[in-house]
Nanobody, 123 residues
Framework: QVQLVESGGGLVQAGGSLTLSCAAS????????MGWFRQVPGKEREFVAG????????SYTDSVKGRITISRDNAKNTVYLQMNSLKPEDTAVYYC????????????????WGQGTQVTVSS
């Protein structure tokens, strides 16, 4: 069982930056691939970024490439999402998730989800 708790969301102006954190419980964090997803009301949840269990492999959706960086610290059981040059269209609830493989996370097939943190980007 893995419990995930996101933090770091908030209100920021366009062009600003935020760093989201996702703290995981349990001793098996380092065996899970992790991902960040986001959802706006009325739309499906979408993949934002993923990272393999080792941290070597990373993947991003096209709309965030060059602006957002995913990273993890297995010693701290934490995955991060560094977001720069934020745009109003980045406004969403952001969720972190854990999955058994990097490919599974990229495909949205995850085993555990956090409760989400709101990110609002004002224009």
């Amino acid at each position: 069982q893995v419990q995930l708790v996101e933090s770091g969301g908030g209100l920021v102006q366009a062009g600003g930056s935020l760093t989201l954190s996702c703290a995981a419980s349990g001793r098996t964090f380092s065996t899970y691939a992790m991902g960040w997803f986001r959802q706006v009301p009325g739309k499906e949840r979408e993949f934002v970024a993923g990272i393999s269990a080792s941290g070597v492999s990373k993947s991003y959706t096209d709309s965030v490439k060059g602006r957002i960086t995913i990273s993890r610290d297995n010693a701290k059981n934490t995955v991060y999402l560094q977001m720069n040059s934020l745009k109003p269209e980045d406004t969403a609830v952001y969720y972190c998730a854990a999955g058994r493989s990097f490919a599974a996370v990229r495909g949205g097939m995850t085993d555990y989800w956090g409760q989400g943190t709101q990110v609002t980007v004002s224009s």
